[in-house]
């Protein structure tokens, strides 16, 4: 759930916002098509809930820049949510607060297409939990991998009790055995 604490926060603040006919009327276009007009008239309880999932979405980047450790991503996401709360409460622009909210959703978005490439594309970073020195690896296809060494440390990685391999024990991607043995 914490891997995509930053996408429900971003998508979550944009269709909040677009509830929001008075506050912001271009998302309003956008909430008004998929029937969110409807909900006009709780659009305080909505204006509050945009601010609220603008802070998830930035927390939702802290956590998961522990997985990804792209600092600039993670610098993307701050400044966007700065810019929200800039437009509303320091500059009055609308402009402004619009430009966050498609800040956090690029973020969002560049990290699920990190995700989603790095578990189609047959790699996985592993991390070492001795030195936290990270390396992305392509896994073998057919057979699970028992032992890595750190090209960090030196040490030699050996899969936890209950892993198949090192891919699952302290990879971010599970060894395509593992893929093709759980059901989808």
Not at 168 to 184: E, I, L, N, R
């Amino acid at each position: 759930m914490s891997k995509h604490l930053d996408k429900l926060g971003s998508l979550g603040s944009v269709v909040a916002a677009a509830a929001c006919p008075v506050c912001f009327p271009k998302l309003a276009l956008l909430g008004s098509l998929i029937g969110l007009g409807a909900f006009s008239a709780h659009e305080a309880q909505f204006f509050i809930a945009a601010q609220l999932l603008v802070i998830v979405a930035v927390a939702g980047q802290a956590v998961a820049y522990r997985q990804h450790r792209n600092a600039w991503l993670l610098g993307a996401a701050f400044v966007s949510g700065a810019a929200v709360f800039a437009g509303l409460y320091l500059f009055g622009s609308e402009w402004l607060t619009y430009a966050g909210f498609a800040g956090l959703v690029a973020a969002s978005s560049v990290d699920l297409w990190s995700r989603l490439s790095l578990r189609f594309a047959g790699t996985s970073v592993i991390t070492c939990p001795k030195c936290g020195a990270r390396r992305r690896e392509r896994m073998p296809t057919d057979a699970c991998q028992f032992f890595y060494e750190c090209r960090g440390c030196g040490s030699v990685l050996r899969p936890l009790p209950g892993d198949c391999c090192v891919f699952c024990s302290y990879g971010t991607v599970k060894c395509p055995p593992k893929h093709q043995a759980t059901p989808a």
